[in-house]
């Protein structure tokens, strides 16, 4: 089960471009790579996923290196709604258990 | 509107006393999962499900009973035994393949 380690907290100003990255060293061959967002007191958001390379979608864009022992999620010109908690997820999507969600990364948004 | 709703959103529980949380969806997914969620921490795997009348144990099941009956509803029961039952829980679904889960809106849970 790939664990994965992101940092605690990050500090960002309106309409500047965040880069979070996650580590997960043991990242197995059939694990996708998944990213949510989750403010107080609600269930987490889903924000993009991926397995390799680069993807990208109307909120976020999501690189993973050739050797996938981690990712960066990049959240293009944030704003004071984007101050949220941000986890990185592996899994083997195939396999429905096989998910760890780690303490998550805090991003504040500054104005 | 699909999704998922978890019910009620704040609950209270007396010592010795059982409590059942409420997920229902209507996104036609096939598992189901119940995380618990403790104050700046992450999300623990309770129970998940993969097709009715199924259900395997998470990471903290102890303390916790679950069923599967239909396969819109997963209800969690919060048993006695569970010690320290005070969190947020979470409810989530998704459909096979690779796909993301979706969540609930969680339910509060705290100590009378």
């Known amino acids: 089960l790939a664990k994965t380690t992101q940092p605690i907290s990050m500090d960002s100003y309106e309409g500047q471009e965040v880069n979070i990255t996650c580590s997960h060293n043991?990242?197995?061959?059939?694990?996708?790579i998944t990213w949510y967002q989750q403010f107080p007191s609600q269930g987490p958001r889903f924000i993009i996923q991926?397995?390799?390379t680069k993807v990208t979608n109307e909120v976020a864009s999501l690189f993973i290196p050739a050797d996938r022992k981690s990712s960066t999620l990049s959240l293009p010109r944030v704003s004071l709604s984007d101050t949220a908690v941000y986890y990185c997820?592996?899994?083997?999507?195939?396999?429905?258990?096989?998910?760890?969600f780690g303490s998550g990364t805090k991003l504040n948004v500054k104005p | 509107d699909g999704g998922i709703t978890q019910s009620p959103k704040y609950l209270f529980r007396k010592e010795g006393q059982n409590v059942t949380l409420s997920c229902e969806q209507n996104?036609?997914?096939?598992?189901m999962y119940w995380y618990r969620q403790d104050p700046g921490q992450g999300l623990r795997l309770i129970y998940y499900?993969?097709?009715?009348?199924?259900?395997q144990k998470g990471d903290i099941a102890e303390g916790y009973s679950v069923s599967r009956e239909k396969k819109e509803s997963f209800p969690l029961t919060v048993t006695s035994a569970q010690k320290n039952p005070t969190a947020f829980y979470l409810c989530?679904?998704?459909?096979?393949?690779?796909?993301?889960?979706?969540f609930g809106d969680g339910t509060r849970l705290s100590i009378l």
């Open positions: 989530a679904s998704r459909p096979s393949g690779a796909q993301p889960q979706h």
């Open positions: 043991n990242i197995a061959t059939n694990d996708y």
């Open positions: 991926g397995y390799k």
């Open positions: 997820l592996v899994g083997e999507t195939y396999n429905f258990n096989k998910f760890y």
């Open positions: 996104l036609n997914h096939d598992a």
């Open positions: 499900s993969q097709i009715v009348n199924d259900f």
